[in-house]
T-cell receptor
Framework: EAGVTQFPSHSVIEKGQTVTLRCDPI?????LYWYRRVMGKEIKFLLH????????ESGMPNNRFLAERTGGTYSTLKVQPAELEDSGVYFC?????????????FGSGTRLTVV | QKEVEQDPGPLSVPEGAIVSLNCTYS??????FMWYRQYSRKGPELLMY????GNKEDGRFTAQVDKSSKYISLFIRDSQPSDSATYLC?????????????FGQGTELSVKP
């Protein structure tokens, strides 16, 4: 079974530019999550999709972040325009269980550096 | 105040030692507790989960939850160099519809041969 795939693995962009991160969940997993780890801080929840619908987007920092999930398959997270404080590692995870009771499967993350 | 507190370490132990990793939390509504392991440049990997007070054992790993003290622990017996990683506690509300996890900061563990 293929795991959760994220790309790019690394991205370095200038402040003000746009970056789009992509996540391919495990096939058949309706639940898709985005998390972020800023340096020195804990991993924090951004949002949760159930199929193509946003179930919970309470962790999205501001309206510069836009997440989509096309047809309930892969998801993208766009940051526009990027700011320095957006630097960090963005993780995607997926699960079959809506409540995440049996844990998620995480991808390896996208390391974003805004300079 | 953070909802979940975890000592970031780093923690260095000799091979074969017993390792104790801990987290405290402030939200008494948390009912579901997990430990993840994260190797460098990889995503977190679920090690253990539990939703009740008490102990749960899986091989060399034991997870312990004390809801009255809002304290959870992970014990690693006979630690191996391959156990060197960052260990993250995570928790959620059992009936949280979204399965949103709240993570601790993670403890970096190094097991020396």
């Amino acid at each position: 079974e293929a795991g959760v795939t994220q790309f790019p693995s690394h991205s370095v962009i200038e402040k003000g530019q746009t970056v789009t991160l992509r996540c391919d969940p495990i096939s058949g997993h309706d639940n898709l999550y985005w998390y972020r780890r800023v340096m020195g801080k804990e991993i924090k929840f951004l949002l949760h999709f159930v199929k193509e619908s946003k179930q919970d987007e309470s962790g999205m920092p501001n309206n510069r972040f836009l997440a989509e999930r096309t047809g309930g398959t892969y998801s993208t997270l766009k940051v526009q325009p990027a700011e320095l404080e957006d630097s960090g590692v963005y993780f995607c995870a997926s699960s079959q269980d809506t409540r995440g009771l049996y844990g998620y499967t995480f991808g390896s993350g996208t390391r974003l550096t805004v300079v | 105040q953070k909802e979940v507190e975890q000592d970031p370490g780093p923690l260095s132990v000799p091979e074969g030692a017993i390792v104790s990793l801990n987290c405290t939390y402030s939200n008494s509504a948390f009912q579901y507790f997990m430990w993840y392991r994260q190797y460098s440049r990889k995503g977190p990997e679920l090690l253990m989960y539990t939703y009740s007070s008490g102990n749960k054992e899986d091989g060399r790993f034991t997870a312990q939850v004390d809801k009255s003290s809002k304290y959870i622990s992970l014990f690693i017996r006979d630690s191996q160099p391959s156990d060197s990683a960052t260990y993250l506690c995570a928790m959620s509300l059992l009936y949280n519809q979204g399965g949103k996890l709240i993570f601790g900061q993670g403890t970096e563990l190094s097991v020396k041969p």
